[in-house]
Nanobody, 124 residues
């Protein structure tokens, strides 16, 4: 069992940066690939980024590639999402998710545990 808690969301202007954190409790954090997803009002949850167990592999949605960076610190049981050059279309609730011993990438239903989400609002 893994519990995930996101933090770091907020209201920023276009072009600004934010860093989201996702703290995990439970054992074997390094056995989970960790993904970030987002969901805007009236839209389906969509994939943003994922990082492998060791942090050696990452994968991004085209919409955030070059602007967002996912990283993890297994000693702190934490995964991060650095978001730069934010745009109004990045406005959404951001969720982290844990994928046990798989490499599910962008498939929402493949993840085993989810956090409660943190709101990111980007004003124009």
């Amino acid at each position: 069992q893994v519990t995930l808690v996101e933090s770091g969301g907020g209201l920023v202007q276009a072009g600004a940066s934010l860093r989201l954190s996702c703290a995990a409790s439970g054992r074997s954090f390094s056995s989970y690939a960790m993904g970030w997803f987002r969901q805007a009002p009236g839209k389906e949850r969509e994939f943003v980024a994922v990082i492998s167990w060791s942090g050696g592999d990452t994968y991004y949605a085209d919409s955030v590639k070059g602007r967002f960076t996912v990283s993890r610190d297994n000693a702190k049981n934490t995964v991060y999402l650095q978001m730069n050059s934010l745009k109004p279309e990045d406005t959404a609730v951001y969720y982290c998710a844990a994928d046990y011993l798989k490499w599910t990438l962008e498939v929402v239903t493949g993840y085993d545990y989810w956090g409660q989400g943190t709101q990111v609002t980007v004003s124009s």
